[in-house]
């Protein structure tokens, strides 16, 4: 079983910061891509910022100089730093991960439970 646990999410006022984390736990043999993405209420889940095993990144135009996607493959934990917040990046923000099981050995996708992020202007 793999387990995908977030974390950072809250309230926080336009152009202050927050830090998400997503810890991937269980039977992992090894993850190639790790992202978030967000859904807003009454809107589709889009992809905010994507990083793979090697460290290549890509990101939504609307966060581009504003949100950092960083990974620690040692701990299989993604992190994704928000600076200068505004209130429609408000949504609730989803941990997703490209991973090879023990169980299976074949790649497959994972999701996070999900965490609020609320921007107040």
């Known amino acids: 079983q793999v387990q995908l646990v977030e974390s950072g999410g809250g309230l926080v006022q336009a152009g202050g910061s927050l830090r998400l984390s997503c810890a991937a736990s269980?039977?992992?043999?090894?993850?190639?891509?790790m992202g978030w993405y967000r859904q807003a209420p009454g809107k589709q889940r889009e992809l905010v910022a994507a990083?793979?095993?090697?460290?290549?990144?890509n990101y939504a135009d609307s966060v581009k100089g504003r949100f950092t996607i960083s990974r620690d493959n040692a701990k299989n934990t993604v992190y994704l730093q928000m600076n200068n917040l505004k209130p429609e990046d408000t949504a609730v923000y989803y941990c997703?991960?490209?991973?090879?099981?023990?169980?299976?050995?074949?790649?497959?996708?994972?999701w996070g439970q999900g965490t609020q992020v609320t921007v107040s202007s």
């Open positions: 269980g039977r992992i043999d090894g993850i190639n891509a």
């Open positions: 990083i793979t095993s090697a460290g290549s990144t």
């Open positions: 997703n991960a490209l991973l090879i099981t023990t169980k299976t050995w074949r790649q497959a996708e994972y």
